[in-house]
T-cell receptor
Framework: TQLLEQSPQFLSIQEGENLTVYCNSS?????LQWYRQEPGEGPVLLVT?????EVKKLKRLTFQFGDARKDSSLHITAAQPGDTGLYLC?????????????FGKGTHLIIQP | DSGVTQTPKHLITATGQRVTLRCSPR?????VYWYQQSLDQGLQFLIQ???????AKGNILERFSAQQFPDLHSELNLSSLELGDSALYFC???????????????FGPGTRLTVT
């Protein structure tokens, strides 16, 4: 079973602070996605990264794909209460065969006003 | 709104029963995926259909089955239900033509199943 580990599992910070969450695997991804999920709702796709070393920005969110395509990070600048949610990374493994994504267990992020 | 619809929103049933969950993909999407999300296991891939045919299986129990119909909607059938089957069940869709490296999926709002 291929594992995709996210850290930290829980993070609670004050509004205005910066934070980084991580997604790691021992296997190589053909692509990796970040999703944000709010309670009782489905995950919403934020970004897809494909190329090793790729950096994508979405307003205050910066996503980086590791050079070896085994890890990724999400950095949030000046966090706001609206950023609160469960952040999930999901990977498609090279040679995995199935189109289904392997999800990490997520980082529960709380931004306190 | 992702464009993916799921019914029902909530379902409460007893152990041993059988239920059917329904999903309509985004317009134009050929692939449908089913996922189970529980507190301790996270989001687990169950099964994928592409244009009516089963394409991939994940951690799906033998008591569970799915199908995709000619109009591309899909149903997930759960039988001989156990307490441990209580979870959120999500459907996702993709156009299935993005090539081998993208797999962008769009999720529905989910069905919350409670087995008592």
């Amino acid at each position: 079973t291929q594992l995709l580990e996210q850290s930290p599992q829980f993070l609670s910070i004050q509004e205005g602070e910066n934070l980084t969450v991580y997604c790691n695997s021992s296997s190589v991804f053909s692509s990796l996605q970040w999703y944000r999920q709010e309670p009782g709702e489905g995950p919403v796709l934020l970004v897809t990264v494909v190329t090793g070393g790729e950096v994508k920005k979405l307003k205050r969110l910066t996503f980086q794909f590791g050079d070896a395509r085994k890890d990724s990070s999400l950095h949030i600048t000046a966090a706001q209460p609206g950023d609160t949610g469960l952040y999930l990374c999901a990977g498609a493994y090279e040679g995995g065969g199935a189109d289904g994504l392997t999800f990490g267990k997520g980082t529960h992020l709380i931004i306190q006003p | 709104d992702s464009g993916v619809t799921q019914t029902p929103k909530h379902l409460i049933t007893a152990t041993g029963q059988r239920v059917t969950l329904r999903c309509s993909p985004r317009s134009g999407d050929l692939s449908v995926y089913w996922y189970q999300q529980s507190l301790d296991q996270g989001l687990q891939f169950l099964i994928q259909y592409y244009n009516g045919e089963e394409r991939a299986k994940g951690n799906i129990l033998e008591r569970f089955s799915a199908q995709q119909f000619p109009d591309l909607h899909s149903e997930l059938n759960l039988s001989s239900l156990e307490l441990g089957d209580s979870a959120l069940y999500f459907c996702a869709s993709s156009d299935g033509t993005s090539g081998g490296s993208l797999y962008e999926q769009y999720f529905g709002p989910g069905t919350r199943l409670t087995v008592t």
